[in-house]
C-alpha cells in the first residue's frame, strides 16, 4: 500500500472563461471540510461530496462531484428540496442514489432521510415505513444488497437532554419504488421500510 497526493487539473472551459483566482478555487473543489461524507458512483469514476463543516466554520449542504478520470471538481445544480445543512450524517450510494440519514444541525441531532439521485441531480424525499432509528449523529451506515444497516451514534434523550449513545441496530430497505406519473412530469416516489433488529445479551 502506497499513499499518493492527488494533483488537479484545471478543465479547458476553466482556462478560458475563470479568472486566476477563480481558478485555483475551482481546483480545489469544496476547500476545508470535516464532518462531512464522500461517496463514489458509476464504478468509481466520481465522487459526491455532500454537508460537513466548510467556508467560515459554517455547516453547510453544498454537493461537489469530483471526477477521478479527469481529476477535476464540479458544482452541480442541484433540484429539489435539499437536507439542512449538516454534519456527522451517514451517507450510502445504492446504485446511482446517495442516501443520506441523520447527523446533527449543530444543535439537535437528525433523523430525517433524503436521498439524492445522481443520474438527474434531485433530491427526493421519499417516504418511509416502520419505526426508523431516533435521532441520532456520528453513527456508522453499511449497505448489504439493497438494504442500508444503521449502527449505534450518539443523540439525547428526550426527558432531560442528556447524550444517549445507542447500541442498536436498524435496516432501511431500499427495494421499493413507485413511479407516479402526471400530465407535467414524472416522480420517483421511494418507499422505504425501517425495521430494528433486536440482540440478545
Known amino acids: 500500500m502506497r499513499w499518493e497526493r492527488l494533483h488537479l487539473y484545471r478543465t479547458h472551459q476553466q482556462k478560458q472563461e475563470v479568472a486566476p483566482a477563480q481558478q485555483q478555487q475551482n481546483m480545489n473543489g469544496p476547500g476545508k471540510r470535516w464532518g462531512h461524507t464522500c461517496n463514489s458512483i458509476k464504478g468509481g469514476r466520481f465522487l459526491y461530496v455532500f454537508g460537513g463543516y466548510g467556508k467560515d466554520n459554517c455547516q453547510t449542504n453544498q454537493v461537489h462531484v469530483f471526477d477521478t478520470a479527469k481529476r477535476t ?105 413507485v413511479c407516479v406519473a402526471s400530465s407535467l412530469d414524472v416522480n420517483f416516489i421511494y418507499v422505504g421500510l425501517f425495521a430494528k433488529c433486536f440482540t440478545h445479551n
Open 73 to 177: 471538481w464540479s458544482q452541480p445544480v442541484i433540484k429539489g428540496t435539499p437536507p439542512t445543512p449538516r454534519d456527522s450524517h451517514s451517507c450510502t450510494a445504492v446504485g446511482d442514489n446517495l442516501f443520506v440519514f441523520g447527523g446533527t444541525d449543530g444543535r439537535n441531532p437528525l433523523k430525517d432521510l433524503h436521498i439524492l439521485d445522481t443520474s438527474s441531480h434531485t433530491w427526493i424525499s421519499p417516504s418511509v415505513r416502520g419505526d426508523g432509528p431516533e435521532a441520532r449523529e456520528g453513527h456508522s451506515a453499511a449497505l448489504v444488497g439493497k438494504r442500508i444497516y444503521i449502527f449505534g451514534g450518539c443523540g439525547k434523550s428526550p426527558e432531560n437532554n442528556v447524550e444517549v449513545y445507542y447500541n442498536d441496530l436498524y435496516i432501511l430497505n431500499t427495494g421499493i419504488c
